[in-house]
């Protein structure tokens, strides 16, 4: 695959990206030697390489899931301006 000078100024266009004819003329090659390398890494055989997220092995530490109720209600309803039964009391918003 090879790139020019118009598929530089369309991916510049579409980035909306202001790219001056100078840039675009470095770009190409840069470019191209990018796409070379990437076609090489093509080319690597991986038939028997397992698929991986990180070089070392990693494990997610995760606390225990129990489920508490907090056993402070009491707690939180001292700083309630208006507590009712154990809820917070609100006033009413529909007439």
Same mark, same amino acid.
């Given at each position: 695959?090879?790139? /020019? &000078?118009? *598929? %530089?100024?369309?991916? #510049? &266009?579409?980035?909306?990206? #202001?790219? &001056? /004819? ?7 090659? +840069?470019?191209?030697?990018?796409? *070379?390398?990437?076609?090489?890494? @093509?080319?690597? /055989?991986?038939? @028997?390489?397992?698929?991986? *997220? ?9 606390? +225990?899931?129990?489920?508490? /109720?907090g056993g402070i209600r009491d707690q939180v309803?001292?700083? #309630?301006?208006?507590?009712?039964? @154990?809820?917070? @009391?609100?006033?009413? %918003?529909? +007439?």
């Open positions: 695959m090879s790139v /020019d &000078s118009a *598929t %530089v100024r369309k991916i #510049a &266009s579409l980035a909306r990206i #202001a790219v &001056s /004819d100078a840039e675009i003329e470095a770009m190409v090659p +840069e470019l191209n030697n990018i796409l *070379t390398w990437i076609e090489q890494l @093509g080319e690597v /055989d991986v038939s @028997g390489v397992e698929p991986m *997220t990180a070089v070392i092995p990693n494990a997610l530490r995760l606390r +225990e899931d129990v489920v508490t /109720d309803l001292a700083n #309630a301006p208006a507590a009712e039964h @154990g809820f917070f @009391g609100v006033p009413k %918003v529909i +007439e």
